[in-house]
C-alpha cells in the first residue's frame, strides 16, 4: 500500500498528470480531493469501508502540497 505523501509525491513529479502547478490557488479542488481518495482506496486493493478515512487524508496531504 502506498502512503499518501508518496501518491502526492508522485502527483507533484506530474505521474498522474497533477504536477506542483496549482492555478494561484491556496486550497485544492473537490475533484483534487476525490481523485487523490480515489488512489488511496485503490492502493489498498480497493478495499470498502474507509472512504471517510481516504477523503480525510487525502485532503489532508493535498493541504500540505498547497502550503
Not at 508522485?10 to 498528470?17: Q, S
Not at 506542483?20 to 486550497?27: A, E, I, P, S
Not at 480515489?38 to 489532508?60: C, M, N, T, V
Amino acid at each position: 500500500m502506498q502512503k499518501p505523501a508518496d501518491i502526492v509525491a508522485a502527483d507533484t513529479t506530474g505521474e498522474w498528470d497533477m504536477g506542483k502547478y496549482t492555478g494561484g490557488r491556496t486550497l485544492p479542488t473537490h475533484d483534487e480531493i476525490a481523485q487523490l481518495a480515489y488512489r488511496l482506496y485503490e492502493s489498498r486493493g480497493r478495499q470498502e469501508g474507509h472512504h471517510i478515512e481516504d477523503w480525510l487524508r487525502a485532503e489532508q496531504e493535498l493541504v500540505r502540497h498547497y502550503a
